[in-house]
Every structure is written in structure tokens, then in C-alpha cells.
T-cell receptor, first 112, second 113 residues
């Protein structure tokens, strides 16, 4: 059974640009969540999608957005990048609401 | 953002020693999860707890769901070098009708051979 696949693994962008990250969940996992991980702030919840609808949202500015497709694959977009957006972005999927997450290996975003 | 208090923040131990770490919250949780993260990788689920007082083992790892539902504990027995990594707890509640998980700040474990 394939795991959670995140692409790309590494990304370098300049301030002001935008970026799109992709997550393909484990087959059968319809819930996809996104987390930002930084050394200082730990794992911060961005949003969760289920059946193409955003079900939960964290406390991030509107520059961070996401979507989910009918095949459960999800993308997150960050517009007008800032230096502070440099982080490991983790996608986590699960079969239903009260189940543990399976995480992908993450996308390491560096903003210069 | 909201986080759980996890302690200790870091610990150095000798190979073969037992390890204990805990997580506390000001809120009641319905589910507690424990994860381990290796450098450059995403967290991997170790143990999931769904009921107050529940004690669950996974090999040398044992975790408990606190009676008050505001805390959880993870113990590692007879540590080995590959136990090195960051351990995270995560809790979720349904008070808001959602199952959003909140993560602890992590315990960084280093094992001295």
C-alpha cells in the first residue's frame, strides 16, 4: 500500500512569489490535513479537507489556501511568500475523523 | 496557535535505560496520539489511545490515556540508539464538533551508546 506522497520534497522560492504543494493520500483516505512545522513553533495546523470541502481551518493568513480534488488529492498554495514561510510543510491523511494521521515526508520550503 | 505542553523538551539517556515523557492540556481530549519523527521525515504514528485510563503497548513502547483526559504518558523501555528522534503527542476533542488534532511541542530524545 503506497504511503502519503508529497511533491516536491524541496523547494526554494524568492519573496513575493507563490508556491503550490501537492499531496496524494493513501488509497481510501478521504481526509487530508496540512501542517506547517518550524523549529520555533512546532506543528501548526493549517487546514483539513474532506470530500473536497474544507472542514477545519487554523490561524493562518489568507495567503495560505488549499483545495481537494475528487480523487482526494490535495494542493496547498501560498501566495506572496515571506521569509517566515520557510518551513517543512506536512500533509497528513486519515480514513475518518477520529483516526490517527499518516504523514507524508513533507515539502521543505525555503524562501530567500 | 494552540499547543499542548510536552515535557521534557529534550533528554539524553544511556542505551538500555527506560524513558518517560508526558503531555498535558488545559482541555479534555477524546483521543491521544503519540508520534516519532526522524530527521527529514514526517512523523510516524506509534500509539493511539481512545479511552480514559487506556494503557496500550507497541513493542517496547507503552502509552497511557490519563484518567482526567487532560494528559497522556509515553514510556520507552530499554532504549536503543534507533530510538533517537523527536516524539510528539497529539490530542483531539469533539467539543467544537470537529476532530482537529493539536500537537505537543515535542520531546527530543538522544541515546548515548
Amino acid at each position: 500500500k503506497a504511503g502519503v506522497t508529497q511533491t516536491p520534497r524541496y523547494l526554494i522560492k524568492t519573496r513575493g512569489q507563490q508556491v503550490t504543494l501537492s499531496c496524494s493520500p493513501i488509497s481510501g483516505h478521504r481526509s487530508v490535513s496540512w501542517y506547517q512545522q518550524t523549529p520555533g513553533q512546532g506543528l501548526q495546523f493549517l487546514f483539513e479537507y474532506f470530500s473536497e470541502t474544507q472542514r477545519n481551518k487554523g490561524n493562518f493568513p489568507g495567503r495560505f489556501s488549499g483545495r481537494q480534488f475528487s480523487n482526494s488529492r490535495s494542493e496547498m498554495n501560498v501566495s506572496t511568500l515571506e521569509l517566515g514561510d520557510s518551513a517543512l510543510y506536512l500533509c497528513a491523511t486519515r480514513t475518518g475523523a477520529n483516526y490517527g494521521y499518516t504523514f507524508g515526508s513533507g515539502t521543505r520550503l525555503t524562501v530567500v | 496557535g494552540q499547543q499542548l505542553n510536552q515535557s521534557p523538551q529534550s533528554m539524553f539517556i544511556q542505551e538500555g535505560e527506560d524513558v518517560s515523557m508526558n503531555c498535558t492540556s488545559s482541555s479534555i481530549f477524546n483521543t491521544w496520539l503519540w508520534y516519532k519523527q526522524d530527521p527529514g521525515e514526517g512523523p510516524v504514528l506509534l500509539i493511539a489511545l481512545y479511552k480514559a485510563g487506556e494503557l496500550t503497548s507497541n513493542g517496547r513502547l507503552t502509552a497511557q490515556f490519563g484518567i482526567t483526559r487532560k494528559d497522556s504518558f509515553l514510556n520507552i523501555s530499554a532504549s536503543i540508539p534507533s530510538d533517537v528522534g523527536i516524539y510528539f503527542c497529539a490530542g483531539s476533542s469533539t467539543t467544537s464538533g470537529t476532530y482537529k488534532y493539536i500537537f505537543g511541542t515535542g520531546t527530543r530524545l538522544k541515546v548515548l551508546a
